[in-house]
């Protein structure tokens, strides 16, 4: 498969907000098949080269707060790359989301996905070996999707994100993974993430798992008003910081 990167430089440097690395962002395509994927590249101060770390989406698109996540944990020393898989929509309905979610080829994704870490490695500011991802609902799934699909993945977090159970999938991931869930979630129920942790001990794979008690769905975004637990939230940041320190090697 070939990639072919370019460029938009739209550079705005940026303070972090807790102290850390200063951050350049700026708008980066590339190709995936005969599309072009246009995704928010955050580059810490530094020479580098840096681990790296692709970021997903929810199914609301690739908004402010994911934006947000990419440039705080670039300001902790990683390159993050957030990737745009729905080519440049995004929305603030749940109808619209469940649309486009739903309208998103899954074949497309996965070919987005590992075209992005190619990406990240044609990068002569990225440590090859030290790339890892992370996502939350929507881009939890396809973060393990990730997994599946780039065997010299180093990291991998699901944020409440989409499972699966069959062994012959799951042997193929091959790097630790962390786990973030909601007790009170209707869709990613404590039961699935138990079979899922059962699962990926059987074929001894690590997963890191936890399950915060009495949180739904979607509780680490402030945007969900009915849902957010800015505590619980607040710790599984610290939880997502602390795993990519120890799976991740920065500069």
């Given at each position: 498969?070939?990639?072919?990167?370019?460029?938009?430089?739209?550079?705005?440097?940026?303070?972090?907000?807790?102290?850390?690395?200063?951050?350049?962002?700026?708008?980066?395509?590339?190709a995936?098949?005969?599309?072009?994927?246009?995704?928010?590249?955050?580059?810490p101060?530094?020479?580098g080269?840096f681990?790296?770390?692709?970021?997903?989406?929810?199914?609301?698109?690739?908004?402010?707060?994911?934006?947000?996540?990419?440039k705080?944990l670039?300001?902790?020393?990683?390159?993050?790359?957030?990737?745009?898989?729905?080519?440049?929509?995004?929305?603030?309905?749940?109808?619209?989301?469940h649309?486009?979610m739903?309208g998103?080829?899954?074949?497309?994704a996965v070919?987005?996905?590992?075209a992005?870490s190619?990406?990240?490695?044609?990068?002569?500011?990225?440590?090859?070996?030290?790339?890892?991802t992370?996502?939350?609902?929507?881009?939890?799934?396809?973060?393990?999707?990730?997994?599946?699909?780039v065997?010299?993945?180093?990291?991998?977090?699901?944020?409440?994100?989409?499972?699966?159970?069959d062994?012959s999938?799951?042997a193929?991931?091959?790097?630790?993974?962390?786990?973030?869930?909601?007790?009170?979630?209707?869709?990613i129920?404590?039961q699935?993430?138990?079979?899922?942790?059962?699962?990926?001990?059987?074929v001894?794979?690590?997963?890191?798992?936890?399950?915060?008690?009495?949180?739904?769905?979607?509780?680490?975004?402030?945007?969900?008003?009915?849902?957010?637990q800015?505590?619980?939230?607040a710790?599984?940041?610290?939880?997502?910081?602390?795993?990519?320190?120890?799976?991740?090697?920065?500069?």
């Amino acid at each position: 498969m070939k990639f072919i990167f370019y460029m938009l430089f739209l550079f705005v440097a940026v303070s972090s907000g807790n102290g850390g690395k200063k951050v350049t962002v700026s708008t980066v395509h590339y190709a995936s098949g005969k599309d072009s994927v246009s995704n928010y590249l955050c580059v810490p101060e530094g020479r580098g080269p840096f681990a790296a770390i692709i970021i997903i989406h929810e199914w609301w698109g690739l908004n402010d707060w994911i934006k947000e996540n990419a440039k705080n944990l670039a300001a902790q020393g990683y390159l993050t790359l957030a990737v745009d898989l729905y080519r440049g929509k995004s929305t603030e309905s749940p109808d619209e989301a469940h649309e486009l979610m739903r309208g998103l080829p899954e074949d497309r994704a996965v070919r987005d996905l590992v075209a992005a870490s190619e990406f990240l490695k044609a990068r002569s500011d990225v440590n090859k070996k030290m790339i890892g991802t992370v996502g939350w609902c929507m881009g939890g799934g396809y973060a393990l999707v990730t997994a599946l699909n780039v065997p010299d993945l180093a990291s991998c977090v699901i944020c409440y994100g989409r499972l699966v159970t069959d062994s012959s999938s799951i042997a193929k991931i091959p790097c630790p993974m962390l786990g973030i869930f909601g007790e009170e979630d209707r869709g990613i129920t404590p039961q699935n993430v138990h079979e899922f942790e059962a699962a990926c001990k059987t074929v001894g794979k690590r997963i890191d798992v936890k399950i915060y008690p009495g949180a739904g769905h979607a509780f680490m975004n402030p945007h969900n008003t009915k849902g957010y637990q800015k505590k619980n939230a607040a710790d599984a940041s610290k939880l997502i910081e602390k795993f990519f320190d120890q799976t991740l090697t920065k500069e």
